[in-house]
């Protein structure tokens, strides 16, 4: 499965706007059966903005090193673009398949052996979000390493095709799902991480 694109990586970062969210239900997402066809209709552009490529966690005693549960960072964004399913109107649709390399770390307050991830992926088009899709995921730590990673599941999501199969109108903003506390921490603690697109 080719690498969409991947950020490089200091594990100190960050620094780096953030457009408000707005969601407008448009778009489909959703996990099943897929149709291949010979020639594959062309993929959105990706990116991960540098505030939402990192989810730190505390124990809420404090906010050093010392109190840190886990830290976990998007390392690549992995997938494909297929034909899809047609809509209600008949139209064709492009099959975005997606996943996300992790990087994990136990930090030294932590106590159990999971970490709880919600990220969410934007479609976009003229630079404008019209669909929003939040998904969490549960990956169990190895006990006997404090860093490891880890690949979420494979995605699915349905946009369309538009009238040129072979360029998308859509473009795609991936990242954690954060709340105030942890986007603020990442803005005013962490070094900005670049995020550069590998199509393939």
């Not at 990706?46 to 830290?71: C, E, M, N, W």
């Not at 673009?81 to 099959?95: H, S």
């Not at 976009?124 to 669909?131: F, P, T």
Request: with cysteine; glycine share 6%.
């Amino acid at each position: 499965m080719p690498v969409f694109s991947s950020p490089t990586r200091i594990f100190s970062h960050l620094m780096g706007g953030l457009s408000t969210l707005m969601l407008v239900t448009l778009l489909t997402g959703c996990e099943g059966e897929d149709t291949t066809h010979t020639f594959a209709p062309a993929c959105p552009k990706f990116d991960v903005p540098s505030p939402l490529a990192d989810l730190i966690t505390y124990d809420g005693k404090g906010l050093d090193a010392a109190h840190r549960l886990t830290s976990t960072h998007i390392l690549a964004v992995q997938g494909d673009c297929r034909t899809g399913p047609k809509d209600e109107q008949k139209r064709p649709l492009t099959r975005v398949r997606l996943s996300l390399n992790l990087q994990l770390e136990r930090g030294p307050a932590a106590k159990g052996d999971t970490v709880t991830i919600p990220y969410f992926v934007a479609i976009l088009q003229d630079g404008q979000i019209v669909d929003k899709k939040i998904f969490t995921e549960t990956v169990k730590l190895t006990p006997s390493l404090s860093v490891m990673q880890a690949n979420t599941p494979l995605r699915f999501i349905d946009i369309p095709t538009g009238n040129n199969p072979q360029i998308s109108p859509y473009s795609m903003e991936i990242g954690f799902q954060l709340n105030h506390d942890e986007l603020t921490y990442n803005r005013t603690h962490l070094r900005a991480a670049q995020f550069q697109e590998h199509v393939q």
